[in-house]
């Protein structure tokens, strides 16, 4: 049995290593439909839901380098590991379903880009604009400006034309 436990808790200590996010969850009644679905939309953004027991996350973790207090978990726990480089779209995700579902879920801690955040901070800057909505943003504030100007611009070159044509008529 010690060989298995060992198997089991390298094979976690591997995933957060491998994840450039993790997201610690406390969840309850999660119902064998509602778990597919909500792996389904973690699939859909770059990530993967996996049942730990607290022992050997705890173990992964320490010897990750990462440092979880115990005394978070409690209840079942969930990890959401994230493999995409915007953790965010994975932190939306979970939001969103927890939402959604009657709180099933909550994010109880996460380490994203090598931080480690408490779960009201991980659910703040997740109700942020995403990285694409911010280049959106930020792209749209730079033309603006142009586009503006060329708007003006074209007025006044239109105007006297649009002032000899009337007379004209």
């Not at 996010?21 to 859909?44: C, G, H, Q, V």
């Not at 440092?67 to 990890?79: A, K, R, Y």
């Amino acid at each position: 049995m010690r060989k298995e436990k060992e198997l089991l808790l390298n094979e976690i200590k591997e995933k957060i290593d491998a994840s450039t996010a993790m997201l610690i969850t406390r969840y309850e009644k999660l119902e064998p439909n509602t778990s597919w679905r909500f792996r389904d939309a973690l699939a859909k953004s770059g990530g993967f839901f996996e049942v730990v027991r607290k022992r050997v996350l705890l173990k992964a973790a320490e010897k990750s380098g990462v440092q979880i207090d115990p005394t978070l978990l409690e209840g079942h726990i969930g990890v959401v590991f994230v493999t995409q480089p915007d953790a965010m779209v994975s932190a939306k995700a979970v939001i969103k379903f927890s939402e959604e579902n009657a709180n099933l879920l909550k994010v109880i801690c996460g380490q994203i880009e090598g931080k480690f955040m408490s779960g009201a901070d991980v659910e703040m800057i997740a109700k942020l604009p995403g990285l694409d909505d911010m280049r959106a943003i930020m792209l749209g504030l730079f033309t603006s400006p142009m586009s503006q100007m060329l708007a003006v611009l074209e007025a006044v070159m239109a105007g006297p034309l649009s002032v000899v044509e009337q007379k004209s008529e």
